[in-house]
């Protein structure tokens, strides 16, 4: 499948290349904006920069962002829900 980003326009193949084409958004443009979205919510912009697991349990990007550091064992530090955070909504 061929894809093209709905905000650069930046092109690429998934599997094999095809005539079909599907838009999302880059690597680097989903980076930008989840970094925009942890500004804009308090967070700090850091998604994608982690070198041990992240502090802030209560960004909605938590277990993305630390995906690296708890696969296969127990997530420390992360919370079960968001509801248990003040800033969510």
């Given at each position: 499948?061929?894809?093209?980003?709905?905000?650069?326009?930046?092109?690429?193949?998934?599997?094999?290349?095809?005539?079909?084409?599907?838009?999302?958004?880059?690597?680097?443009?989903?980076?930008?904006?989840?970094?925009?979205?942890?500004?804009?919510n308090g967070f700090h912009d850091c998604f994608k920069r982690a070198t041990q697991t992240c502090s802030e349990t209560c960004c909605s990007y938590w277990q993305v962002c630390n995906r690296q550091f708890t696969v296969g064992k127990e997530a420390k530090g992360g919370p079960?829900?968001?509801?248990?955070?003040?800033?969510?909504?």
């Open positions: 499948m061929t894809y093209v980003c709905i905000r650069c326009r930046t092109t690429w193949i998934v599997g094999e290349a095809s005539a079909e084409v599907s838009g999302g958004l880059c690597d680097r443009c989903i980076t930008e904006y989840v970094r925009d979205r942890q500004k804009n079960s829900s968001l509801a248990e955070c003040p800033l969510s909504p």
